[in-house]
Nanobody, 121 residues
Framework: QVQLVESGGGMVQTGGSLRLSCAAS????????MGWYRQAPGKQRDLVAT???????NYADSVKGRFTVSRDNAKNTVYLQMNSLLPEDTAVYYC???????????????WGQGTQVTVSS
């Protein structure tokens, strides 16, 4: 059973920083693409940033230059460093990973439980 466990959410003031972490467990395989999405109240879940196994990254325009996604392949962990946070960054942040659970299955997308990030003005 693949599980993604997130940590690092919280409340900060405008201009502050937070670092999210997400560790994938329950598989012997290294995840392909890992990343972060977010969902604000009453809105759809949107891409924040992704990173491939080789380190190629993709960012939403709204976070470019402020957020940095990285990963530690040895730990099956993805990080999101968030700087210069704005009130509009307030949302539940979800980790995702595309990974094989076992030799009998192809890769599937898995999601974490979400972690709340609140930025006060």
């Amino acid at each position: 059973q693949v599980q993604l466990v997130e940590s690092g959410g919280g409340m900060v003031q405008t201009g502050g920083s937070l670092r999210l972490s997400c560790a994938a467990s329950g598989t012997i395989f290294r995840p392909n693409t890992m990343g972060w999405y977010r969902q604000a109240p009453g809105k759809q879940r949107d891409l924040v940033a992704t990173i491939t196994r080789l380190g190629n990254t993709n960012y939403a325009d709204s976070v470019k230059g402020r957020f940095t996604v990285s990963r530690d392949n040895a730990k099956n962990t993805v990080y999101l460093q968030m700087n210069s946070l704005l009130p509009e960054d307030t949302a539940v942040y979800y980790c995702t990973a595309n990974v094989r659970a076992n030799w009998n299955e192809g890769a599937n997308d898995y999601w974490g439980q979400g972690t709340q990030v609140t930025v006060s003005s």
